[in-house]
């Protein structure tokens, strides 16, 4: 559905020369969900309008639902939906009205964007409201009017441009289930740029991270989460009690205490000595972490071992690795901090 090349976009600003785009290549095949990350000013906005045609490359090339953005900048058009970050309706009109306009945009005769307007309305719960103007209608309201609007050409490609900044938690998921259906409906592929990595995580296949005009990563959720950050286990052990078969068989010659109690641990721990890091607790106990690729499998094996060795874990919590620690591990800086 997306082939680009080479994709470059160079901006001039006096005497300033800004490579906005370096030269990217990627492919979104027909039916994927792919989301694009990154910083502010990384270029990802900048790569959405040169793939919809809104600006034109430097250098490169791009072919989007079939046709070359720069010489077929209309035909690309007639076939993706667009829905930026601001509201597509005008303030002033009312919902029905929007609706038909844009089906006249696109050439549709009377009876067809009539037909899919009610449509779209009735599968968007937006029915009742074709006479409310735009500015009376709710956040989430004028969100869901922009996926009608941006649908009415019924798009096998639709971009979405951080579709839900600014909605509340329950008008993010409401959108969002809409979205869902709307795919599942019409079969859309769908290009994806946000700023909440929970929706990139919940809904794309792919994750394609850009920064200072490079893609820097390009993979599922999970391999990303696996190959460029660690899952987190943390454990709160008490103090070895000193006596007991297990612990004779298990504890290394010494005087006790947490020095002593810290080597029994990491022994328990062996194979994961390297990346386990224990220090003095509380109640004169220790407290451990473990950095791990799989924490669901090791926890609870980590629970047992020190159990073999003589030591009662008190408590333990897992956290796996999100989305946002391998954005950080790959640019140093935070996903949420960016949007904040």
Do not use: C
């Not at 987190?232 to 002593?260: C, E, K, N, R």
């Amino acid at each position: 559905m997306i082939r680009a090349r080479g994709l470059t976009k160079t901006f001039h600003r006096k005497k300033e020369v800004v490579e906005a785009v370096k030269g990217i290549d990627v492919d979104v095949r027909e039916g994927e969900l792919v989301a694009f990350l990154g910083p502010n000013g990384a270029g990802k906005s900048t790569t959405l309008r040169m793939l919809t045609s809104l600006l034109e490359p430097t250098a490169g090339s791009a072919e989007v639902a079939g046709f070359d953005v720069v010489r077929h900048p209309a035909h690309v058009r007639s076939r993706i939906g667009f829905i930026g970050q601001g509201n597509g309706g005008g303030y002033s009109y009312r919902v029905l009205d929007e609706l038909h306009n844009q089906g006249r945009f696109y050439g549709l005769p009377p009876a067809e964007y009539s037909r899919r307007a009610t449509d779209l309305l009735e599968a968007l719960d937006l029915g009742g409201l074709e006479k409310r103007t735009v500015q009376s209608l709710s956040g989430g309201q004028r969100r869901r009017l922009d996926v009608a609007l941006g649908l009415m050409n019924h798009p096998p490609l639709l971009f979405l441009d951080e579709p839900t900044t600014g909605l509340d938690p329950h008008a993010r998921a409401n959108l969002w289930e809409h979205i869902r259906a709307m795919r599942e409906r019409y079969g859309m592929t769908i290009v994806l740029t946000t700023h909440y990595l929970d929706e990139a995580d919940d809904m794309a296949e792919r994750v394609v991270v850009i920064d200072h005009g490079d893609i820097i990563a390009d993979a599922t959720p999970d391999d990303l989460k696996r190959d460029h950050a660690d899952d987190v286990i943390t454990l709160a052990v008490a103090p070895f009690p000193g006596d007991g078969p297990a612990q004779a068989a298990t504890a290394p010659s010494g005087t006790g205490g947490l020095a002593d109690d810290a080597a029994r641990v990491r022994a328990a721990l062996a194979e994961d000595a390297g990346e386990a890091e224990v220090t003095p607790g509380a109640d004169g106990g220790l407290a451990v972490r473990i950095s791990t690729t799989h924490g669901a499998d090791r926890l609870p094996e980590a629970i047992e071992a020190l159990r073999v060795a003589g030591f009662a874990v008190r408590s333990a919590e897992l956290r796996q690795a999100s989305l946002d620690d391998v954005f950080l591990n790959l640019t140093g800086r935070s996903l949420r901090e960016e949007a904040a």
